[in-house]
């Protein structure tokens, strides 16, 4: 067993059972039932998590109030943890991707870098720390305020609920719990059911780090099952979650009042135009497509290319494609991994069933082996599902356009609003058709590619409400506080 799996679970049979984390003690674990955490490249059991009940939530909940109330927020001590925190982690890196490895199924060069982000991520804190300084505002500006001025103040909401998905399973559940516990909050945080162990090991990081016991606690199970317990209950204050749009839209209508904070998912476009550089186009776009299996966001989820340079683009994917072929994921050449489970590999082949019955016409195509889904592309019409489905597998769909008006008024007529990229050698299209896409970010002539972010990413329409990164995180998980001083005129 790798070493800091020790720390937080006990072999059973021969399996590694984890524990929750609750007040401060890993062990508390009320129902005593498990479920499986399976490797999806070998199809075996590798570790067991508690299923955790409404009981294990609500004291969860509980204990991470009662902390918040108690809590003396030292912000320098919070940045010296986080740091600390980098440090351990760099220490752990390897022993970190092989767990991100065995719990996804995704190739080991992916998940170093994940963890190279989440180190990253850790020290610009150091950066972050600046939106809690708060504002002044004068007040002679407008005649209402003269005589006054305003302290404005960013104060931590409580307790913050992290829900995170299983594509990036460490960083994108870490990119919620540091912001959030550096402005002062206290978390509950939920890992996906599919791969937990990265981001409770994350945890036992923190805690090594010297993490007060009481200011994160650790809830796995089944979301299904406790997800509406966590996101109802009163004294949780703000819900931070990242996955799908049904799941996001779900939480939207349960929450009420609470601060949302919702990534959901991504259709992102790729417009490419008869003046893009189209060998490096392809490059781009089957990295694009293909990177993590396509189990991004930010996918490249369809290619919308002008007629005149359409068979030239896809002669130039097919061959770019080559370099995308499944492997064993702990070889550090392997490009691709797995698919996370059997209910997504299915859903992926019941979207390439739909375009073939509406008359897709296939560049690359090969059979799938249990969960290693090599890379498709395929030629397609806007009947086909995958023209506005999220795919979230390694397909890329390409759809022929007239015209830069049509690649536009395709683009926005999504209902997800994430990402888009245009390719195009002309400044004056690029800035054009940037300035018309719905979506959240637009990038030109690159993929989309959120990174560590330090630029803001988050969705609009029905990919999200807010945005994630460096500053933007803290804003959505803190309020503010204004405090007006009236000045009395000298008598
Ligand atoms: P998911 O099925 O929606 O699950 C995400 C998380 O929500 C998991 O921890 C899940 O727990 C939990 N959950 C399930 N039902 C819940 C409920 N009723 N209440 C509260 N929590 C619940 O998403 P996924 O399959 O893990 O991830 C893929 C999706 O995430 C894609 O749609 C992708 O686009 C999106 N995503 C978005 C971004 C972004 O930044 N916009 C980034 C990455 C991924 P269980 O695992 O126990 O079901
Ligand atoms: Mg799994």
């Not at 996955?243 to 904070?261: C, F, N, P, Y």
């Not at 999220?390 to 356009?401: M, N, T």
Request: charged share 25%; hydrophobic share 40%; net charge negative.
């Amino acid at each position: 067993m790798l070493s800091l799996w020790n720390e937080v679970s006990q072999k059973q049979n021969d399996i590694p059972h984890f524990h929750l984390l609750i007040d401060g003690c890993w062990k508390c674990l009320s129902s005593g039932e498990y479920q499986d955490v399976i490797n999806p490249a070998t199809g075996e059991v590798i570790a067991r998590v508690p299923l955790a009940n409404q009981q294990d939530v609500e004291n969860a909940i509980t204990a991470a109030y009662r902390f918040f109330q108690t809590l003396v927020f030292d912000p320098l001590e919070r940045i010296e943890i986080m740091l600390r925190a980098s440090d351990i982690l760099k220490n752990y890196q390897e022993e970190m991707a092989k767990t991100i490895v065995l719990e996804s199924g995704k190739p080991i060069s992916i998940a170093l870098s994940e963890v190279d982000a989440t180190i990253e991520r850790l020290h610009l804190v150091l950066e972050e720390v600046r939106v809690l300084y708060g504002e002044y505002l004068p007040g002679e500006w407008v005649k209402d305020t003269r005589g006054k001025f305003a302290i404005v103040k960013r104060r931590p909401l409580g307790v913050v609920a992290a829900i995170a998905p299983f594509n990036y399973p460490l960083f994108i559940g870490a990119a919620k719990i540091i912001p959030a516990l550096l402005a002062g909050n206290t978390v509950v945080v939920k890992p996906a059911s599919d791969t937990p162990l990265s981001l409770i090991l994350f945890v036992r990081i923190l805690e090594k780090a010297g993490i007060p016991a009481g200011s994160i606690h650790v809830i796995t199970g089944s979301g299904k099952e406790i997800g509406d317990t966590l996101v109802t209950h009163s004294l949780v204050r703000a819900i931070s979650f990242t996955g799908s749009t049904a799941v996001g839209e779900h939480i939207a209508r349960l929450a009420g009042m609470k601060r949302l904070h919702l990534e959901l998912g991504g259709k992102a476009a790729a417009l490419v135009f008869k003046d893009a550089d189209i060998r490096t186009t392809a490059a781009l776009l089957c990295k694009g497509a293909f990177r993590n299996s396509g189990q991004r966001c930010d996918a490249v989820s369809r290619v919308l290319v002008e007629e005149k340079v359409a068979d030239t683009l896809l002669e130039a994917l097919r061959e770019e494609s080559q370099h995308y072929f499944c492997g064993d994921p702990m070889d550090p050449k392997t490009p691709m991994g797995t698919v996370i489970n059997e209910g997504a590999a299915k859903r992926l082949d019941a979207l390439l069933e739909d375009a073939k019955n509406h008359g897709a016409s296939f560049l690359a195509e090969k059979k799938r082996t249990g969960l290693f889904y090599p890379p498709h592309i395929l030629e397609i019409n806007t009947e086909c599902r995958l023209a506005w489905e999220e795919i979230f597998g390694p397909i890329l769909p390409v759809i022929r356009v007239k015209n830069e008006k049509e690649a536009i008024e395709l683009a926005n007529q999504s209902e997800y609003g994430l990402d888009s990229c245009v390719f195009t050698q002309d400044i004056d299209r690029a800035f054009r058709v940037a300035e018309k896409l719905h979506d959240g970010s637009i990038t030109i002539n690159s993929i989309p590619a959120h990174g560590v972010g330090h630029f803001p990413f988050g969705g609009n329409k029905r990919s999200g409400i807010g945005r994630e990164g460096i500053k933007y995180s803290i804003d959505e998980l803190t309020e503010l506080h204004t405090i007006i001083v009236s000045l009395k005129e000298e008598k």
